[in-house]
């Protein structure tokens, strides 16, 4: 498995990404598909590949492409749940302490950059500044990584 790896951007507050978060008489959160919508409102492209799991994290994730970067988008059930995950990860992002307290090494193949924002955790393993860059302005700084 490829592994590659809180302000909220304004792209997030379009009325065309809130739609595939559920309820659109709800407050704004970021999701899934607010998040894929607001990448490709930068003019980024932006492939689903499929899912991916991480030991340290409690619910599947998905992968996906921003500009060919492999990225890993690990959606919540609430923005609690994803806090009470983003917690337990290292400021470098180099290990993760599970829900049983147990400390996992992560074993990503480039340097970790990982957000955290409403009902996500993203994680990105890699160095391509453009795609940094674009997580930055829809995601705000990141929570962990070097």
Known sequence: MRHHWSAL?????????????GDTQAPPEVCFANFVASLRATGTTVEILGDVSEPFFSVPGRLI?????????????SPDASTAD???????AMAVVDASGNVASASWIATSHVYHTGRLIVVYAGQDVAVIGVLKSVLGRKIAGR
């Not at 951007?9 to 978060?21: F, W």
């Not at 983003?86 to 470098?92: E, H, Q, Y």
């Open 86 to 92: 983003a917690t337990r990860v290292s400021p470098d």
């Open 9 to 21: 951007g304004a792209s997030l507050l379009t009325a065309g990404a809130l739609a595939g978060c």
């Open 65 to 77: 492409t921003v500009n060919d970067e492999d990225i890993e988008v690990f959606e919540y059930v």
